[in-house]
């Protein structure tokens, strides 16, 4: 053979070069089957259009902070393991923010908030505080939380390092588009 097991493809004539070509989408498109909906039947929008500003996601960080406080971080716990299922903290809660799950445009499950705010963040907390508690540094957490907050100065999504590795973004979801 001339060419190698190489296949070869005809080019296009003049003709069928001018033809339109079909756009790409610009979000997922829905799952087969049909349609996205909520559980309640609607279509839900696409979050893109929805984010919640930098400056939502800093004040809801420190709302997260302050509630753990005030509640002796027991309460928080509780209150965070009720609405994770909703794609909730209670902070996010509280200020109508909710995370989407950007491969289906639903709310992040109770495994992906778990996996987000536990994996990738209390532990990280965690080990920050066991280390300011030994050797007066959390450099580890430290370390983390401006990991988090440059990705989110950045991010034309507003997505923090957390967000990204789970493909999440947060909506302000004033209207629960979102709720489960």
Request: net charge neutral.
């Amino acid at each position: 053979m001339a060419d190698d097991g190489v296949q070869g493809v005809d080019s296009l004539s003049a003709a069928e070069a001018n033809l339109p070509r079909a756009d790409v989408p610009s979000s997922p498109p829905p799952p087969a089957g049909g349609e996205l909906r909520t559980d309640s039947g609607a279509v839900p929008p696409d979050p893109l259009t929805m984010l919640a500003s930098k400056g939502q996601r800093f004040g809801a960080f420190l709302l997260e902070l302050l509630l753990t406080v005030i509640t002796l971080g027991i309460g928080w716990l509780i209150w965070s393991l009720v609405v994770w299922g909703r794609g909730q903290t209670p902070a996010k809660q509280l200020l109508k923010l909710r995370v989407i799950r950007l491969n289906d445009r639903r709310a992040a499950s109770w495994g992906i908030m778990a996996v987000r705010q536990f994996l990738l963040s209390a532990v990280v907390y965690g080990i920050d505080v066991a280390l300011i508690a030994s050797a007066g540094v959390g450099a580890l957490g430290v370390l983390w939380l401006l990991a988090n907050g440059i990705t989110l100065l950045i991010s034309d999504k507003n997505q923090a390092l957390w967000d990204k590795i789970v493909s999440t973004v947060v909506v302000s979801d004033t209207k629960n588009a979102y709720q489960t």
